[in-house]
């Protein structure tokens, strides 16, 4: 089930509720608040501009005690310093990721980690292509794909050789989840897994030049 008002979608899976804040900033991003609602314990990934509406909805939440960026780029940690003074939570990254200031990471996450939120199990799954330590996130019925998987396709690809690993993470670890599972990217609009695997057949049937990104 979901509803919309302004900036905030909101998905609801039994106690789970993943709270989509988006589209923010130049380039249209979307942050998630997983919260277990029995526990009052929350979980925020990304931090991208607008800070207004990205604080917003943290208060309206409450109980945001971690927070995941599923990568480096500076589009994804626009609000750092303020997600920061807002709830004092960590942040953590893959294990894998790199261009990032020591200072501003408190732990790094393994493929095939849990995080705890609540009584809710997030599971860590390594995707590299749009960079190397990109992570996305399994909860429940969702999918949280960071910028490896969006409606229409991969994520952007910036250096020869990265096109094929990115694929190569979309099928061997996103495509075999239940095809009902809910796409919840970094940007745009969601999907799901079954539209995924149709989108990556048609892709197929093009295949690009070598290098090619």
Known sequence: MASRLAEITVREDGGV??????PMGPYGNNAYIVRDVSAAKSLLVDMPLDEGPLLT???AEGGVEQVIATHWHPDHWATYDAVRAA????????????????????????DGAEVRVGS?????????GHTPGSISLRVGGALISGDTLFYGGPGKTFAAGDLETIIASIESRLLPLPPETVVLPGHGRTTTIERSRAGVAAYRQSPKPAGFH
């Not at 894998?96 to 990471?105: C, D, P, S, Y």
Request: charged share 20%; net charge neutral.
């Open 17 to 22: 509720r993943i709270v989509q804040v988006g």
């Open 87 to 110: 709830t004092g939570a960590p942040v953590h990254v893959g294990s894998a990721e790199v261009n990032l200031a020591q200072e501003r990471v408190d732990g790094r996450l393994e």
């Open 57 to 59: 909805a943290i208060a």
């Open 120 to 128: 809710i199990r997030v599971g860590v799954i390594h995707t590299p």
